[in-house]
């Protein structure tokens, strides 16, 4: 059974805002009977641009069903430009959190939102359109909404992914590729957690110094090197002597020695300092390659 | 709020003469009933009457018998260990309908190797025997295929199946958890090699089951480490556990026919009076060929869990095959199986009766259920009005 707080099962009985307005300014429409869930949402405006009226239909759980409401109440009499900006979090929140398998409820109520404005500002009343490579064909979910859902919610793993937007969570013969993407993403944070880079010319710090060469083995080399089916680790730093580690198809090739210097060591030197001097870590090399 | 309990496939309630029996077992006569004294040893002799029991509800001999844990290891044993036993042999045949405790298990063979056949079924669950039939050979070791579904409660042709399967000189295992009690077996008379089934699903406790294992089938043990069960299930044996399986057997036994009528009568009732009050549902399953107990029917076009929520706060106990409920995206895999399309499996709800369920709860069950999917249909964006 499910965990649901008392918020949720109060807007599951006693759903706010249900109905259909015929006039509405924007509709949106998400979800489908295959899916699970789905939920139609309008709105009508009033003439300073606020939601005058809300209303919902949900096709769904007690958790989609009460996120709908807990949305037509975040986002009644908000101006327009402010309602654009709720987040599934939000929704969660405003229910007092929902049970991480049920996350994509929430997301599910964000998209609808989305789908409505569009359709108001578009003027049409065509269905909301999927935007970008479908990653997921199970649940036919984009590239670039499972990069929202990573960024909005800090999700790391696939699980969390499949929980948020339900990608992976049919054939799963796409969890791979959802992995592709947190990595991708992690990549991005870290590059933005980064201590700041120092001025031109000054000299730097121990910290500063290995985070620019793992920064430069991530964005500058390991790309490189996975198009071949290679990978690369660093494993130590010692004054400006950097060791690493080539990983799979590096490990075995007979050009590894090139790879080294005219790939790894020629990066390192260009974005660290021109005093690097790259080694590869020995025993694991020779071993491989044997 | 009284609790009305329509969900006995997913348990029952311990039987208050199975309660009473087992009670002395757990702090009075706590033996070991391998042990040498006394004191253990009248414990072993109640263990060998539980044995005897449960074989006269199958209609075998008690030393086909062996206590396990659960269905779950009862069904694990069996193919696990066929497979052990038949080395040079490296497939199995089961169904797409199968119980996880089964299909889990021949998913993980396939990945180790082995062939797995899964038999399709029809729209109302049913399999097609010439198919079968088509790939029984030299190389099939086992065939597992279950006496009832837990789901629908559509009941295959076992005894036909089986007899087909042994004239090929092949191993048939049945997983048998939903149908003793409920279907009359008589092993005896009938060509399974290996039958599971599950004290909890038979008014006994949670952590007994039972393996039936013809004498002369060959089967490798699954659990090492003593002698208990001849050898053929290690482990010191749950003792109240055991006699209270014993006593539910001999309880199921005694008015069999009488209990089963009953049940299928109230059944009926409900699934009628649901039909005839509610528009857009229909029954899931072989009606034609169904357990006594079981009634799964789906209203279209809205969704199990929030159906299931609403029920529960009438006290109201079932299940769905819906995504929702189980935590995965996607509905039941045996109403997918069955081809019973998207608007109908998420709207799907089995209720599963017993001997203790009444008229009264069977009626207010009726009275409860048409609003509460008028009020869903009133929710979803599907109907029109």
């Known amino acids: ?290 | 709020m009284k609790t009305i309990y329509f969900d006995n496939n997913a348990t029952t309630k311990v039987a208050d003469e199975v309660l009473e029996e087992i009670k002395p077992y757990f702090c009075d006569l706590y033996g070991n009933p391998s042990s040498m004294h006394t004191f253990g040893g009248q414990v072993g002799i109640k263990i060998r009457e539980a044995r005897e029991k449960s074989a006269a509800l199958l209609g075998c001999d008690p030393s086909e018998i062996i206590f396990t844990g659960c269905g779950t290891e009862s069904d694990n044993t069996a193919i696990k260990g066929t497979l052990a036993a038949h080395p040079n042999r490296r497939k199995v045949i089961t169904t797409r309908v199968e119980h996880p405790a089964v299909l889990s298990v021949c998913r993980d063979l396939e990945n180790q190797g082995y062939i797995v056949v899964e038999l399709a079924v029809d729209k109302k669950g049913r399999l097609n025997l010439s198919e079968l039939e088509s790939h029984l050979d030299d190389n099939t070791a086992l065939v597992t295929i279950m006496f009832a579904n837990n789901e629908t409660g559509t009941v295959f042709p076992v005894e036909r199946i089986a007899d087909m399967v042994k004239a090929k000189g092949i191993v048939f295992h049945t997983d048998a958890v939903q149908a003793v009690g409920k279907i009359p077996i008589n092993l005896s008379k009938s060509s399974i090699d290996l039958l599971s089934l599950s004290g909890h699903k038979l008014h006994a406790p949670k952590g007994v089951g039972i393996l039936y294992v013809r004498k002369g089938t060959r089967l490798a043990p699954f659990m090492l480490g003593g002698h208990q069960e001849g050898g053929r299930r290690a482990g010191t044996e749950n003792v109240p556990g055991i006699i209270g399986l014993g006593k539910a057997c001999e309880l199921a036994m005694k008015n069999f026919d009488q209990e089963n009528k009953k049940v299928k009568s109230l059944r009926d009732k409900l699934e009628k009076g649901i039909l005839a009050e509610c528009p857009d549902c229909m029954v899931n399953g072989d009606t034609e060929s169904r357990l006594p107990n079981t009634s799964n029917i789906s209203f279209e076009l809205i969704e199990g869990e929030a159906i299931l929520l609403m029920l529960d706060r009438f006290g109201i106990c079932a299940s769905s095959g819906s995504a929702c409920t189980s935590g995965s995206l996607e509905p039941s895999h045996v109403l997918r199986a069955m081809g019973v399309p998207f608007t109908a499996a998420h709207g799907s709800i089995r209720f599963s009766l017993s001997r203790y369920n009444t008229e009264e709860e069977v009626d207010f069950t009726i009275e409860k259920i048409p609003p509460i999917i008028a009020r869903l249909r009133e929710l979803s964006p599907f109907i029109k009005k």
């Open chain 1, 1 to 290: 059974m499910w965990e649901y707080t008392d918020k949720v099962r109060e807007h599951f009985f006693n759903p706010r805002n249900v109905g259909e307005i015929p006039d509405a300014d924007g509709v949106g429409e998400v979800g489908s009977l295959a899916c699970g869930d789905a939920l139609k949402l309008m709105f009508k405006l009033d003439e300073k641009g606020r939601i005058k009226d809300v209303k919902f239909k949900t096709f769904g759980c007690a958790s989609a069903i009460a996120s709908s409401s807990a949305l037509t109440e975040i986002i009644k009499g908000m101006p327009l430009e402010e309602a654009a900006k709720v987040t599934n979090k939000d929704i969660a929140d405003y229910l007092g959190g929902l049970p991480e398998q049920k996350m994509h409820c929430s997301v599910m109520g964000r998209e609808a939102l989305e789908a409505a404005i569009e359709n108001y500002k578009g003027g049409s009343k065509k269905k909301h359109e999927l935007e970008g490579r479908v990653v997921c064909t199970c649940f036919g979910v984009t590239e670039k909404e499972i990069e929202r859902v990573i960024h909005e919610n800090n999700l790391d793993t696939v699980e969390q992914v499949t929980n948020y937007c339900k990608a992976g969570g049919g054939c799963g013969g796409c969890k791979g590729e959802i992995e592709k993407i947190i990595e991708r993403i992690e990549g991005e944070r870290a590059k933005q957690k980064a201590v700041p880079a120092p001025a031109k010319g000054q000299k730097l710090t121990n910290i500063q110094k290995i985070q620019l060469i793992q920064q430069t083995i991530n964005e500058q080399i390991r790309p490189a090197l996975r198009g071949d089916g290679g990978n690369i680790d660093l494993i130590d730093v010692d004054g400006n002597k950097v060791i690493v580690a080539l990983r799979g198809m590096c490990a075995q090739c007979a050009l590894a020695n090139i790879t080294m210097r005219d790939l790894v060591e020629a990066k390192i030197r260009e974005f660290v300092s021109p005093d690097i001097c790259v080694e590869e870590q020995k025993d694991s090399a020779d071993e491989q390659r044997k």
